[in-house]
């Protein structure tokens, strides 16, 4: 049988699925978020993360390792985002039971060979859970490409030290210029805001979306994005974010990505 060229599952007929399956593929589970990335950037950063598997996915199977992308999970754990206009996030233990299931019914049909590809900060607690339960029963390792807190340790080989010191942030690199490069159009460049103080709450410094700077130290708080992210725009300058930056550091993360998939078979041969 003849299989149409796509990474996506989705794209497959059931027919072409009986036939790629027994191939023991990589598949990989894109996963990020529904929430305020700043006035300027798509409210669906998870379709950054999918662009992003793709991405792998191409990357993994030109060194001769089948890589099919699974459909993206779009909603996000909540982690102080539930306030974002529009947005929808799901409590960290619905996601949990979500991701078991989604893993579930993967293994069940002897889908082994699985990459979680994760876009959103509030996922990695739900994504451990469901994994670690996974490993415990007997099944495989399955590993977690956090795809921007590797993004943010790459900045600096690509912007330098400094620059890259400037543009990190929530709002800023390396999503936005991620979604520059991937989803061509959808950044509204002209809505990109001024840089913004750092903001206070509660009559003291904010130390990031979930704590308080009190006393010299950073402590934990419940607080909501709104009061960490003026407009939804925390510790990076967008106005640095660049379609070229982003295609460097998709280059990036895609090699980094199918070195992933080329271990995950190494573990499973």
Known sequence: MSIKKTFRLAELTMGEMKEVLPQKPVVLLPMGSFEDQGPHAPTGDYLSADAMAVKIAEAATAKGIPTFVAPPIPFGGDDGFSASPGGITLSQSTLTAVISDMLGSLLRHDITRIVIINGHGGNVGPIRDATAEVYRSGGPLIPSFYLWRVGYGLLPSILGAETAKKAAGHGADPLTSVAMHLLPG???ED????????????????????????????????????????????????????AKTGEALTEKLSAIGAEICEWVVSQQP
Request: charged share 15%.
């Open 191 to 242: 809505l990109i805001p001024a840089v913004l103080p750092k903001p206070e709450a509660h009559g003291v410094p904010v130390a990031g979306f979930s704590g308080l700077k009190i006393g010299g130290a950073d402590i934990d708080a419940p607080i909501h994005y709104h009061e960490a992210a003026v407009d939804g725009v925390w510790g990076g300058d967008p106005s640095l974010c660049s």
């Open 186 to 188: 959808l950044v509204r």
